[in-house]
Structures are given as C-alpha cells and as structure tokens.
C-alpha cells in the first residue's frame, strides 16, 4: 500500500485543486442545489477515471505520437469552456431554481465537457507517465482509486457552492458570483492550453 501513497496524494491534489468541472459543480450548486449537482459531479469524476483507464492502457501513447490531435482537443476545451463561463456569467440572477429558470448540465454533457478539458488529459498523461510504474499497479486500480478520490474532492467544491447560496442572495451578488465564475471557468480552459 506504501508503494500507492505518492499516487494518492497527487489523485488528491488533482482533484481538489481549481479547474473547470470543480467551479461547474460550485456554480451549479450555489444556483440550483447540491442534489441538482450531483450529475455534474458524477459525470466529471467518472470521465476522469476513464481517462486515466484509457490513458493507462494505450491512449496516451497515441496521443504523444499524434501531438495535433492533443491540440486539437486542447483548442476544443477551452472554446467550449469559454461557451459555458460565457452562460453562466448570463444566467438570470433570480434565487428561483425551478426548471424554467434553467438547469444544470447534465451528467453526460459534463463528461463529454471532460474529454475536451485540458485539466483530466495532463492528469492521466501525469498518472500514467509517473505512477503506473512506481506504483506497480494496472491501469484500473489507478483509475478506480482516482474515481474514489475525486468524488468527495468535488462534493466539497459543491458544498462550497451551497454555503456561497447563502451570501448570494440578492441579484447583484449573484450576478457578481456568476461573472467570476463564468471567468474562472474560461480562464481555466486557456490557461490549462497555454501551459
């Protein structure tokens, strides 16, 4: 189990760290509550440990040996990221979350939304490159592990979001919370392709 600790601090720090599906789970769940997240957190965590697996088992070779596809992806995520900061910094500022006032993105969208995103790809690469050796462990255990650490790791982003609900009830506030988020979540998407 020794052999596997160094993994899983960085499945820790991966996960817990600001990236877009983190700030998608916090925004989501300021706007419409945590059960209503739950997709989102879902579909993002399972994306992710799907792509170490994929990653782990010969992707990432392919993808290292065609490195305009891996541009081509990273170009991908941060326009789409840019379109999902750009909704939600417009998204109507009234507390009312019922369906007609919108609705979060759905599980599916959300772990298409990782296929695209910068953040999970250099996070599998990462897995894969450092630890799959060194921990001498197959490709799913990396995977199944990283899945079971990044799902409390985002409640808590959720969970963030639910207590910012409080402090966000008026209009400008949540106005304000939309914009920085919508920011962030675009800004995530390019500076995770810049880098």
């Avoid at 399972?46 to 990273?74: F, K, N």
């Avoid at 949540?174 to 392709?193: H, P």
Wanted: charged share 5%; aromatic share 8%.
């Amino acid at each position: 189990m020794t052999h596997l600790l160094p993994f899983l601090l960085f499945a820790f720090v991966a996960s817990i760290t600001p990236g877009p599906t983190n700030l998608l789970a916090m925004s989501s769940s300021a706007r419409f509550g945590l059960r209503a997240t739950l997709p989102i957190i879902t579909g993002g965590c399972l994306a992710s440990a799907g792509l170490v697996l994929a990653v782990g088992t010969g992707l990432g070779h392919t993808l290292l040996e065609v490195p305009v596809l891996a541009q081509l992806l990273g170009w991908a995520g941060a326009l789409w990221l840019t379109y999902l900061g750009w909704q939600i910094s417009c998204a109507p500022v009234d507390i009312d979350t019922t369906i007609e006032n919108g609705r979060p993105l759905s599980g599916w969208a959300t772990a298409l939304m990782q296929l695209i995103n910068p953040k999970p790809w250099t996070v599998a690469l990462a897995v894969v490159s450092v630890f799959m050796a060194s921990a001498s462990a197959p490709a799913w255990l990396l995977a199944l592990l990283f899945l079971l650490i990044a799902i409390p790791c985002m409640l808590l982003w959720a969970w963030l979001g639910v207590q910012a609900q409080t402090r966000l009830q008026s209009p400008t506030r949540l106005r304000r919370f939309n914009q920085l988020m919508g920011l962030l979540l675009a800004l995530s998407g390019w500076l995770g392709l810049l880098s």
